[in-house]
């Protein structure tokens, strides 16, 4: 079955600066993977898609990469602010469209 | 556009009872899923249904776990006599078939 690895530690940087989140998937190459955010006591809220035959996707933002070489996602925000602290989670999918996720990881914008 | 909604949002239940938590999906959306998190881990796949139908329970526990999803109203996940490690985080999501799910504020339960 497919599994998502994210980094379990949380990344700290400095306001404005470019945060950059990786998912990596460990068996096949799914059809697409999904970005989530999710606040402390919340649901997890959708924020970028990318097919396997998409190279990249922005949104605003946020930039998401997919290299089925490396077997990996790359999620980038730009120009970052401390609203965008929170953890942010990878999915992929798997089975009759349901999801796999990653533990995610925990992004901390300082001002 | 009401977004996905669950209650309650938070649930107590002592060693032994019942847990029902609802899940009302977004307008429009027929399929529904559940997912639980547990502290420090991952959001996990439990059962994904459409109206009437289960369409797949592969990440649900065999035993106490059961979910509908009627003709008419809300999905419903049922706990059967709750042992501490139900303690969690559930999710429901919707979609209308396509690849996004849009999840609901979760319902916290807690067993004594």
């Known amino acids: 079955s497919q599994k998502i690895e994210q980094n379990s530690e949380a990344l700290n940087i400095q306001e404005g600066k470019t945060a950059t989140l990786t998912c990596n998937y460990t068996?096949?190459?799914?059809?697409?993977l999904q970005w989530y955010r999710q606040d402390p006591g919340r649901g997890p809220v959708f924020l970028l898609l990318?097919?396997?035959?998409?190279k990249e996707k922005r949104k605003e933002r946020l930039k998401v990469t997919f290299d089925t070489t490396l077997k990996q996602s790359l999620f980038h925000i730009t120009a970052s602010q401390p609203a965008d602290s929170a953890t942010y989670l990878c999915?992929?999918?798997?089975?009759?469209?349901?999801?796999?996720f990653g533990k995610g990881t925990m992004l901390l914008v300082s001002p | 556009n009401a977004g996905v909604m669950q209650n309650p949002r938070h649930l107590v239940r002592r060693r032994g009872q019942e847990a029902r938590l609802r899940c009302s999906p977004m307008?429009?959306?027929?399929?529904v899923y559940w997912y639980r998190q547990l502290p420090e881990e991952g959001l996990k796949f439990m059962v994904y249904?459409?109206?009437?139908?289960?369409?797949?329970e592969s990440g649900m526990p065999k035993e106490r776990f059961s979910a509908e999803f009627p003709k008419e109203g809300p999905s419903i996940l049922r706990i059967q006599q709750v042992v501490r490690g139900d303690s969690a985080a559930y999710f429901c999501?919707?979609?209308?078939?396509?690849?996004?799910?849009?999840f609901g504020p979760g319902t916290r339960l807690l067993v004594l």
């Open positions: 999915a992929s999918n798997s089975g009759y469209s349901t999801l796999t």
């Open positions: 999501a919707s979609s209308t078939g396509e690849e996004t799910q849009y």
């Open positions: 249904l459409q109206k009437e139908n289960i369409i797949d």
């Open positions: 068996n096949y190459s799914p059809a697409y």
């Open positions: 990318i097919r396997e035959n998409e």
């Open positions: 307008k429009g959306h027929s399929h």
